[in-house]
């Protein structure tokens, strides 16, 4: 299952960013330090290119501390960014931050510092924006699409700061990326399905985090599979259908939200090591899309020859 969602307000706000990019002084791309690859957006990144950028990882205390230590030396090493792992719910990291901006762009006498603040759905950004204004200023809450338009904060020290609505892309070139997504709550709840998101993070943490999902759900041992496990949880949390069969959209729906508020554990969903062998995949898929693309274009060349043929 691949997920696409790309509402119309997505699209508008990419091209309102684009437009914008000539006045914009500093990027701040807010990422999910849970999948600092999958939740950035390319479309931020070339944005981002020849601009003054720095990368804010949330939702720090969800993630694997050392896997996000690793993610914040690629991205500082790849691009060229400043990088900060933050958790806004325990953390008031405005101070930090401006002087990050700061230490960027030296503002100009009278001149307000524009700074760009852009990201997926739901990754914090009017969180870190509230926290930057030191005041309840930004909409938020924990559900993609709150900010639907743009918004302009003025910090009254230099900075004037944009909030902008979550975008994502329309093609996401590798279907773990999406899951990836999906499992972190960056996708609207009618764009996916969560039984087949469930597989996703069940299988992913039977490889990967086996312990904490043993604590979290008290199994003396771990089935083998997804389906296993799920139904397992299910049967335990009383997620059950006429018969007894296990109902596997709720137990599934039970499980996504409990790793999405960490209370599996702090979860890393991706490794710069990950990513690199995802990478040759998506080159694998476009070959694989070219090779069918020629031999589609073949088979027509082959029937028109043979109707000429025909007639002759
Ligand atoms: N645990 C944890 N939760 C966070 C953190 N940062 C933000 N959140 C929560 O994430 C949810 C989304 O925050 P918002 O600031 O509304 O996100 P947004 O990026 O502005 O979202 P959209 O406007 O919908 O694109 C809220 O429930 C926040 O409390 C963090 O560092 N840790
Ligand atoms: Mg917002």
């Given amino acids: 299952m691949a997920i696409h969602w790309y509402p119309g307000h997505m699209h508008k706000a990419s091209k309102e960013m684009t437009e914008l990019l000539p006045l914009i002084n500093v990027v701040i791309e807010v990422i999910d330090a849970r999948l600092p690859y999958s939740s950035s957006n390319p479309l931020i990144a070339q944005l981002a290119e020849d601009k003054p950028n720095i990368k804010i990882l949330t939702k720090a205390d969800l ?3 050392a896997t996000t230590e690793l993610w914040q030396r690629w991205f ?12 806004l719910k325990g953390e008031e990291p405005g101070a930090a ?3 990050l901006i700061n230490t960027l762009y ?5 001149r307000n510092t524009l700074v760009l603040v852009s990201g997926i759905p739901n990754v914090g950004k009017s969180t870190l924006i509230n926290s930057l204004a030191g005041r309840q200023i930004a909409k938020t809450g924990n559900e993609p699409a709150i900010t639907k338009g743009q918004q302009r904060i003025n910090l009254r020290n230099g900075i004037m700061l944009l909030d902008t609505p979550g975008i994502l892309w329309p093609k996401i070139d590798h279907p773990a990326w999406s899951y990836r997504l999906a499992s972190s709550g960056a996708i609207k709840d009618t764009a996916m399905s969560y039984d087949d998101v469930a597989f996703f993070a069940a299988e ?3 490889e990967h985090y086996p312990e904490p999902l043993r604590q979290r759900f008290e199994l003396q041992q771990l089935p083998a599979t997804p389906v296993a496990l799920l139904e397992q949880i299910g049967a335990q949390r009383g997620c059950l259908r006429a018969g007894g069969r296990v109902d596997l959209e709720r137990v599934s ?4 939200n409990e790793l999405r508020a960490g209370q599996i554990g702090q979860i890393s969903f991706e490794t710069p090591e990950m990513i690199a062998a995802d990478l040759v995949e998506v080159e694998q898929f476009k070959q694989e899309i070219i090779a069918k693309q020629q031999q589609r274009e073949q088979l027509k060349a082959e029937k028109r020859r043979r109707t000429r043929a025909n007639r002759r």
């Fill in 76 to 87: 500082e090493q790849q691009h060229n960014a400043l990088t900060l792992a933050v958790n």
């Fill in 204 to 206: 992913y943490l039977l």
């Fill in 97 to 99: 931050i401006i002087e």
């Fill in 253 to 256: 729906t039970i499980f996504i």
């Fill in 63 to 65: 993630a694997d501390a």
């Fill in 106 to 110: 030296p503002q100009r006498e009278g």
